[in-house]
């Protein structure tokens, strides 16, 4: 046992814990039913500390509320349940100084993260408001976005050494070879580096996005003047729109 561990697991009975008077976190009722539906689509995974020394709970106040509400209990024996905890002995400045830091010290989430998977998950199951589901669906899109134009680039771009209109010859084209410009280790890495990138990025964008690869400029060109754009790099289309115009 690590030094370090200073609680046991422990399960005790319900009317052994006292809600603390000084907890800091004040929980509405909205909030609990969030945490008792979490419970009944999960399960009780645990998360209340217990001072056994002042019978206090130290932390998990709204998931002793949300037992209580599963289980029914009232204050009574006949509605009395089994609780698994964590058990501390704790005087009570420590219980006091301990509940504040769970209380003010708990990490807010990463919306960038969360905008990574949101399409997989029900928002709404989670607790989010519409509010804050609009904003990481917004970073989502941007996110999305930002791919589709990092993938476009590899394919619409200004060609770096073009051929000569006529027919090359092997002196042109060992001339071409000289006039490239050398790359170091640390510029050729990064390509590889931004191109594994952007194959890993490839099939979440594929799902809502069309990338189009034309075989030269003046192709490019053509299509773009047949939809009505101008030509130019990064382009990014809305496809019900383009599809519109096709006819």
Known sequence: MSKYQNSETAEIKRSQIKLNPYNPKR???????????????????GGIVFNKRTGNCVDGHRRVQALDTIHKYDGTPETDYDIKVETVDFDEKTELEQM????????????????????????????????EIKAIEDLAAEAAEA???????????????????????????????????????????????????????????????????FANEESF???????????????????????????
């Open 27 to 45: 929980h509405s009722d909205n909030e609990i039913k969030l945490q008792v539906k979490n419970i009944k689509k999960n399960g009780y995974l």
């Open 100 to 131: 504040t830091y769970m209380a003010t010290q708990n990490a807010k989430a990463d919306w960038n993260l969360i905008a990574d998977y949101i399409d997989i998950i029900d928002p709404e199951t989670v607790g989010l408001t519409p509010e």
């Open 147 to 213: 791919q589709v134009e990092d993938l476009t680039g590899m394919f619409v771009r200004e060609p770096e050494y073009e051929l000569k209109k006529d027919e090359a010859t092997f002196d042109d084209i060992e001339e071409q070879r000289k006039n490239k410009p050398s790359q170091t280790k640390e510029e050729v890495k990064a390509i590889k580096e931004n191109n594994t990138r952007i194959a890993n990025t490839r099939n979440a964008a594929v799902s809502r996005h069309i990338l189009l690869e």
């Open 221 to 247: 060109t053509v299509f773009c003047e047949s939809v009505g754009e101008m030509p130019r790099q990064n382009m990014v289309l809305d496809g019900m729109s383009l599809l519109g115009r096709l006819g």
